[in-house]
């Protein structure tokens, strides 16, 4: 079964400070990751996503992420956070081959402090 | 104008009775999704629709129903509500086309069931 989880339900940072959001997940074959974001009041919208290729994906918004297939890990990367950044960010995983639905982890809350 | 209109925003209804809640795209895309997110546990899927004839079952289908009525629109009902099924409720869609399943959501609905 497809799987991801997301350890930490609350990461703060402080403004200009790299941040990191840890996933890891559990799947049959290979993994299609994906990275959504939520800002209040709104619905998710998509980060990045990795399909195949460089383990390293960059996305929207100055975010990135890591794929490492040792750690089954895809972890969310930030170089510098922004006040802004903060929102709930989720990790999702495909469903099995044939299917086209996301399996969501429980979500992060990310606060950046000023 | 949003891609993925769901209607309404927020309701409040009773015990026992019967809701609809309503999405519609202008996206052109094929799949439609319903999740619902509720605090500690993420999204979860209901039902999903790879086009008109074909929907599906997905994790939490129980106690609700679903109408494709057209590719545009994607409907969800609880036929007879109760307070567990009090949730952010979520449409998305994608397209059939793309490499990957990458979903648009719509704002959410806020049901509360009393």
């Known amino acids: 079964a497809q799987s991801v989880a997301q350890p930490e339900d609350q990461v703060n940072v402080a403004e200009g400070n790299p941040l990191t959001v840890k996933c890891t997940y559990s799947v049959s074959g290979n993994p299609y990751l994906f990275w959504y974001v939520q800002y209040p009041n709104r619905g998710l919208q998509f980060l990045l996503k990795y399909i195949t290729g460089d383990n390293l994906v960059k996305g929207s918004y100055g975010f990135e992420a890591e794929f490492n297939k040792s750690q089954t890990s895809f972890h969310l990367k930030k170089p510098s956070a922004l006040v802004s950044d903060s929102a709930l960010y989720f990790c999702?995983?495909?469903?099995?081959?044939?299917?086209?639905?996301?399996?969501f982890g429980t979500g992060t809350r990310l606060t950046v402090i000023p | 104008d949003a891609d993925v209109t769901q209607t309404p925003r927020n309701r409040i209804t009773k015990t026992g009775k019967r809701i609809m809640l309503e999405c519609s795209q202008t996206?052109?895309?094929?799949?439609m999704y319903w999740y619902r997110q509720d605090p500690g546990l993420g999204l979860r899927l209901i039902y999903y629709s790879f086009d008109v004839k074909d929907i599906n079952k997905g994790e939490i289908s129980d106690g609700y129903s679903v109408s494709r009525q057209a590719q545009a629109k994607f409907s969800l009902s609880l036929e007879s509500a109760i307070p567990n099924q009090t949730a952010l409720y979520f449409c998305?869609?994608?397209?059939?086309?793309?490499?990957?399943?990458?979903?648009?959501f719509g704002s959410g609905t806020q049901l509360s069931v009393l």
């Open positions: 999702a995983v495909r469903g099995p081959t044939g299917a086209n639905n996301l399996f």
């Open positions: 998305a869609t994608s397209d059939s086309r793309g490499a990957t399943t990458k979903l648009f």
């Open positions: 996206k052109g895309h094929d799949r």
